[in-house]
């Protein structure tokens, strides 16, 4: 029988409410909380702001801004993690409700403005909670997902817009500097997700961005009805141009996924970005003074509109820069666009990210800043990523000195040559299919299919191309060629020319890159990455352990679940098509593979959802969909299957050898630094001979 002492837990409650109570009335002027009208939100909206201690006395100056996002189940007057264990416990280093402490004393010692701002959505249905006197609505914040269906239900809230609206307000009625150069973004958790993602697409707001711990939900983001998933993993294509900080605490029960974010962004921009890895037990945004010192530092630092910028966009239509950005598809698009303000622009729409099909039916329309002069004469020399071909045409400027771009689909790399002072030649390494990243297997030989593109209007002269890898474990055969002349609008084709090999396997999170570097006449001017994964020596598995789903139901399926380490039975479904288990012309079909040992102890002879690695070697297979399960059920790292499409072009029955990369899971309970239970992940790599029909 359990007793349980109400006098004592009706104490300590009291003595909690009377700290609280004294701690801010102490503190009343420390912060304040303010409510101003959103445009992008059409309503009523909050955040509270931390003013530095002499901020009333020195009226005459103004002051740095970095910006909170909370995390899942916060709002802007307080966190919901752990609130109990870290507001009252003098062992977890806080004295005071979460965030009141840090934040004011961070100011109290340091010229900057703190804003935490509300990141809640307003729910008009049944159902609401209340918290502070606060209505708060059961679905996740920042619009992570489609959860408001139905007339009665809100959906699209455009979190990058409500960014600007926050911002103008705290600019227009406190004393910032009101100058990218003096913002910065952090967050917690989902708020660490999303400050990547609202830094990503506000670069002409804010100049770098942190986050503690980020969740690795699939996002869904876009305009209603047409919403993709964004992957945390995959928005350092948006962060070019800012510096980057990533904080994670060793008890993270999520600290796989961040793991995989720190060797992503280490590798992606290794120059912008810094890790800290902080000593704390659980999920939480720990050392939050050496993450807001991150942010003073480059304050200090000029930080003018970068000379080369890259962007992705959930949105069709956006500005970023002053570039005014249009796309009409068919089917919803990622957007995305690099080196920007240069000389040479690359945009494609995809249906999904990363390595997904470039969408053919597009249109883009792009309007430049006011960079030029008017009625110059612009000649575009296009290159279209999925023809493989190279047209020109010239191009008017406006008298506004906006220059005007109309393109049809396949993704593009322009070269924008001004006729009357611009005549240089300008190459660009080009990987077919426009692929990032690469699996290189264990002791064999790889090489890329590449080419050399000029689109300058010169001839280029001497020209050298030099690989090289910071992974100490490839090894090249050849990692220099030279090409003697590559006129305007020529194409040099590069395939097999690089070729390597890797000699052994580090771990299933690791990453790195190959760099290539161009050189004309000694001077570099030029470079490309390409990303890979090392993986193990992939051994073959029976079709017989194979389960294809292609619109088909299988009932008694053992599946592993990592959470209490147990094999349950399930029904499984998937893909489209007559449901006989054959893949054949014109279905799509979701691959489960049997593994005999997953990560889980338990995990025996279990079946797992796959991911197609070598799509492109046959093309008449495709990859119709990313298919997503999110692993747990709050802020869970996801996971991610290939829903494979079988093309009506392929000429007769084959067997067709594919491989794949097949995760496993675990709840890895004896983790000595963690409160937490940590959710661990291993990626194993099967081979199979599959019998396709026509």
Not at 273 to 293: G, K, R, V
Not at 405 to 415: E, N, P, S, V
Request: hydrophobic share 35%.
């Amino acid at each position: 029988m359990m007793f349980i002492n109400v006098n004592a837990m009706v104490r300590n409650s009291v003595l909690s409410a009377v700290f609280v109570f004294l701690y801010l009335f102490c503190n009343a002027q420390a912060f304040k909380d303010v409510a101003f009208y959103s445009d992008a939100f059409q309503t009523k909206r909050w955040y509270r702001i931390y003013l530095p201690k002499n901020y009333v006395q020195d009226t005459d100056k103004r002051y740095p801004v970095i910006y909170y996002f909370h995390g899942y189940g916060g709002r802007y007057k307080w966190d919901e993690y752990s609130v109990e264990d870290d507001a009252f416990y003098p062992e977890n280093g806080r004295q005071s409700p979460p965030y009141i402490m840090e934040w004011s004393d961070y100011v109290h010692q340091h010229d900057v403005i703190i804003v935490t701002w509300d990141g809640y959505e307003p729910n008009n249905h049944a159902g609401k909670n209340f918290r502070d006197s606060l209505t708060y609505g059961r679905a996740r914040p920042y619009d992570y997902d489609v959860a408001h269906e139905t007339k009665s239900h809100h959906w699209g809230w455009d979190y990058r817009k409500y960014f600007r609206d926050l911002v103008k307000d705290v600019d227009s009625h406190f004393r910032t500097i009101p100058d990218r150069q003096y913002r910065a973004i952090t967050g917690l958790s989902m708020g660490g997700q999303t400050a990547y993602y609202i830094a990503g697409q506000s670069k002409d707001l804010v100049s770098s961005v942190s986050a503690f711990d980020p969740a690795d939900n699939i996002a869904m983001m876009g305009p209603k009805g047409r919403q993709v998933a964004l992957p945390v993993l995959e928005m350092f294509r948006s962060l070019k141009g800012l510096n980057i900080r990533l904080t994670m605490t060793d008890g993270d029960w999520l600290k796989y996924n961040d793991w995989k974010m720190n060797r992503k962004f280490q590798t992606a921009f290794a120059e912008k970005f810094s890790f800290h890895m902080a000593d704390y037990p659980n999920h939480w945004a720990a050392d939050i003074p050496e993450q807001l010192d991150f942010h003073m530092k480059h304050f200090e630092l000029a930080a003018p509109t970068p000379l080369e910028w890259n962007h992705i966009s959930p949105f069709p239509s956006f500005t970023v820069f002053d570039y005014e950005v249009a796309v009409e598809s068919s089917q919803p698009p990622i957007v995305l666009m690099e080196k920007l303000a240069s000389e040479v622009l690359k945009i494609r729409s995809k249906t999904f990210i990363p390595d997904g099909p470039i969408i053919i039916d597009d249109k883009v329309a792009i309007t430049s800043p006011e960079d030029y002069n008017a009625q110059d004469i612009i000649e575009v020399i296009d290159y279209n990523i999925s023809s493989e071909k190279i047209s020109t045409k010239r191009q008017v400027v406006s008298g506004k000195g906006r220059l005007r771009l109309d393109l049809d689909g396949g993704g593009h790399i322009l070269g924008l040559n001004n006729r009357g002072a611009d005549k240089k030649a300008k190459l660009q390494l080009v990987n077919n299919h426009d692929q990032t990243y690469f699996y290189f297997e264990e002791g064999v030989q790889n090489n890329f299919d590449l080419k050399l593109l000029n689109l300058g209007l010169k001839t280029a002269k001497d020209v050298v191309i030099q690989a090289s890898s910071k992974d100490e474990n490839i090894e090249f055969t050849k990692k220099e060629v030279s090409v003697k002349t590559l006129k305007s609008k020529g194409i040099v084709d590069l395939n097999n020319v690089f070729e390597f090999s890797l000699r052994s396997y580090v771990d299933t999170t690791y990453m790195s890159s190959i760099d290539f570097t161009i050189l004309m006449k000694g001077e570099e001017i030029g470079q490309h990455k390409i990303f890979f994964h090392p993986t193990p020596r992939s051994p073959y598995v029976s079709e017989s352990d194979v389960l294809i789903l292609d619109g088909r139901t299988v009932e008694e399926v053992p599946i592993y679940i990592q959470g209490p380490n147990e094999i349950r039975y399930k029904t499984i479904t998937g893909g489209r098509g007559n449901g006989n288990g054959v893949l054949e012309a014109g279905e799509e079909a979701l691959i489960y593979i049997k593994l005999p040992q997953g990560m889980g102890p338990n995990d025996v002879n279990t079946y797992h959802r796959s991911q197609l690695l070598n799509v492109r070697d046959y093309p008449y297979l495709g990859i119709k969909s990313l298919d997503y399960a999110e692993k747990l059920s709050q802020a869970g790292a996801t996971s991610v299957a290939t829903v494979i499409s079988l093309g009506k072009n392929i000429s007769k029955d084959q067997v067709v050898d594919l491989w794949f990369k097949v995760e496993s899971l675990y709840n890895d309970k004896a983790d000595p630094t963690s409160n937490a239970t940590i959710y661990a992940q291993k990626d194993d790599y099967r081979k199979v001979k599959l019998s396709v029909e026509k």
